[in-house]
């Protein structure tokens, strides 16, 4: 009994050995790389004070500004956001100071508003309610405090609806975009080395359990008991980790600095400037979610000056009106629809015309006129039919007897004078025969013309509608089976593969115009597309001779290529006519310039997640570029998408 015991207490002993060992060893590969992940991140309080702070672990801190002008007055929200780019399940919070614009000896200047009445909900970009009602604490001075935690990631709109204490009112929002907050791949490395610790721990458990000499109620004795402190240990292990390393990336939240002139206009830059030279930190996955894309600037032509109103118009050989040439019903070509293609001369329908009372009794009195001269003349053909018929009995009769007296005089029994009157016989009976012959053909001719007339001579007669040029059908007028009016509009027909833009321009322009052969132009219907005309892209074709008494204005005219039927007859389109010449300028795509209180500006990207708002001066526009004087060098990159989303976004 005592060796069963001791025996039992050994392999006990030897089972905690086992456990002890892999509870170590998970405390070796998990814990103390730990320590090392956390260096310089030390959470102790003392450690706070001495250890410098890792400047990348700091957040960045959002600074707007809105102005806000109402039939009540001119308002100013400020607004200072930590951290700038907000993640799910960490505590945002806000300062936002309300205040009022007022002329001042020294311009305007704003007055905080003296304890308005404040009601903030949070929304979604498209408009739907978050949260309402969100506390905000006053720290006096028209500053609130304002904290929140965003619980899901996407695009918020926070609002503010103000009342003032003499009972006027506005309302602003502020953008908000929320990601989700990075995994952190050290909590789940560690736990999965601690579930394969305290899993061998259990293996071993249940082989001691299960194996041995003594009853498993025996065994059960000692092994429930480890069993739960396993469970212990791995609870407390769980709990120890994520305390250390969480499940989500975790990230120092800069303080709010205390919300004063100084402090917000070091984040939005030179005021002199209205905000040139601020500092923009963005991170990249918000870099991602507002689409931010830049481009490096250059040296580029630019076609620009002269900026005139122009028309478009078809050429006068390529556009058609189809009408009818008689009244009547008119029957389309099946299929045929605005924008068919039609051919020259091509039938796309005809006209059926129909007689009233009075001018069928009149058509039936021609036609029995024509059928009585139709009968008139095959009794003609009749009659001269039977005279040649007689002339050919006659002619046979004049060549018998001609031959008769031919012999007779070969043979000496006749005279030479009756083989002659014989003869003279025949000719005259032939040309008898070829007289009867031909009226008799024109007496049937007669008859046919005269039977043809009357087959014409019909109720309903039936005219083609052809059309004059090759194009497309641009407009119709009528519907297959409609009555139509004799020279009525039925049909448009258009090509437009090539057209005419005719500009009017100022008499005094006229010189800069007429040293130009080079232009570009755009149109209202065809956005974010420029065309060009010159260098082998159309040409100018002629300048008008005459001015235009009202206006004072001379047409110019160019021929393009249309290529897509992208351009109409009739359509509005702006035209610049290049008078800067070929000379190459650095340039900025218009995208990228924004305008603020009169001053021009771009964000200029300067590497990782930093940006700088730069005022910049403009020299001449082109249809899709800036010529840039000063405040940019070749090679930077300016943001060209996402520009509206960097204007909500001054931080340093």
Known sequence: MRQETKSMKTKSESLLRVLFTLLSLFLLLTFIPLSFAHEGHDHGEEEKKSAPVNANAQTAIFTAERNVKTNEGQFNVRLQRTPADPRTGELTQMHVRFAERV??????????????????????????????????????????????????????????????KD??????????????????????????????????????????????????????????????????????????????????????????????????????????????????????ESQLLFKISTQPIGEREIIGGL??????????????IISPPVSGRVFLRQGLTVGSAVGRGEQIGTVEQVLGAPEQANLEAQRVALRTAALEQQAKKAEHEAL?????????????????????????????????EAETVVKLTE??????????????????????????????????????????????KITSGQNAEAGTELFSVVNLSSVFLEAQVFERNLDSVRESTRASYTAAG??????????????RLMIGQTVHPETRTVSVIYEVKNPMNKLRDGMFVEITVDITGKASVLSV????????????????????????????????????????????KANERVVTEGVYQLRSVKTE
């Open 103 to 164: 002329e001042g000896g020294f311009g305007d200047e704003t007055e905080p508003l003296e304890n308005p009445n404040i009601a903030i909900s949070l929304t979604t970009a498209d408009g739907k309610t978050i949260a309402q009602n969100i506390k905000a604490e006053s720290e006096g001075k028209g500053v609130y405090h304002v904290a929140y935690s965003f619980q899901n990631s996407g695009d918020y709109k926070i609002a503010f609806t103000v009342n003032t």
């Open 431 to 476: 040309q008898e025969l070829v007289s009867a012959e031909k009226q008799a053909r024109s007496a049937a001719e007669q008859a046919r013309l005269a039977q043809e007339a009357v087959n014409r001579v019909a109720p309903v007669r039936s005219f083609s509608l052809t059309s004059p040029v090759t194009g497309l059908i641009s407009e119709m």
């Open 167 to 284: 009972n006027r009112q506005f309302a602003v929002d502020f953008p908000v975009n929320v990601t989700t907050a990075p995994t952190n791949w050290a909590f789940w490395f560690g736990l999965v080395a601690l579930i394969l610790v305290i899993g061998g721990g259990f293996a071993s458990l249940l082989m001691f359990l299960f194996k041995g000499q003594k009853t498993i109620g025996q065994r059960a004795k000692f092994a429930v008991p480890v069993g739960a402190v396993l469970l212990l240990i791995f609870t407390l292990a769980t709990l120890t980790l994520a305390y250390f390393q969480p499940p989500r990336q975790k990230r120092e939240i800069a303080a709010l600095p205390e919300m004063n002139e100084q402090s917000f206009e070091a984040a939005a830059g030179d005021n002199s400037l209205v905000g040139s030279g601020a500092k923009i930190t963005v991170p990249k």
């Open 388 to 420: 040649a018929q007689q002339a050919r009995t006659r002619l046979t009769q004049a060549q018998r007897e001609l031959k008769r007296a031919q012999n007779l005089y070969d043979v000496g029994a006749a005279p030479k004078k009756r083989v002659e």
């Open 307 to 320: 900026k005139v109103t122009g028309v478009v118009k078809a050429k006068p050989d390529a556009k058609a």
């Open 589 to 632: 795509p218009k995208s990228a310039v924004i305008n603020e209180q009169g001053r021009t500006f771009v964000f200029v990207f300067l590497g990782g997640e930093s940006f700088e708002k730069r005022a910049v001066v403009l020299g001449t526009e082109g249809q899709d570029f800036y010529e840039v004087k000063t405040g940019l």
């Open 526 to 539: 065809i956005p974010n597309e420029v065309f060009r005309i010159g260098d082998g892209e159309g040409q």
